[in-house]
């Protein structure tokens, strides 16, 4: 069975760091492209970041220069660092991959 399992999420003060790290199991996704997706309250799920089996990165521009995307060696484990975080990226994070979705975990800054 395929899952994918976020870690990381809490509450942090603006200014403040996280990271958020997805574990996939089940199945092999190092030739895959992995992505973080976000959730606020009444809001579309929007698509923070990627980075293809290669490496290669790309951040929605609400997060480029804060946030930061990375894969272990073995490819089935996916990190957000995110830096300097703001009231706006309080949400639900996401990880997906293929097409199976984490449940994702809550990041809530404070003012």
């Known amino acids: 069975q395929v899952q994918l399992k976020e870690s990381g999420g809490g509450l942090v003060q603006a200014g403040g760091s996280l990271r958020l790290s997805c574990a996939a199991s089940g199945s092999s996704f190092s030739s895959h492209a992995m992505n973080w997706y976000r959730q606020a309250p009444g809001k579309q799920r929007e698509l923070v970041a990627t980075i293809s089996s290669s490496g290669s990165t790309n951040y929605a521009d609400s997060v480029k220069g804060r946030f930061t995307i990375s894969r272990d060696n073995n490819g089935n484990t996916v990190y957000l660092q995110m830096n300097s975080l703001i009231p706006e990226d309080t949400a639900v994070y996401f990880c997906?991959?293929?097409?199976?979705w984490g449940q994702g975990t809550q990041v809530t800054v404070s003012s």
């Open positions: 997906m991959a293929r097409w199976f």
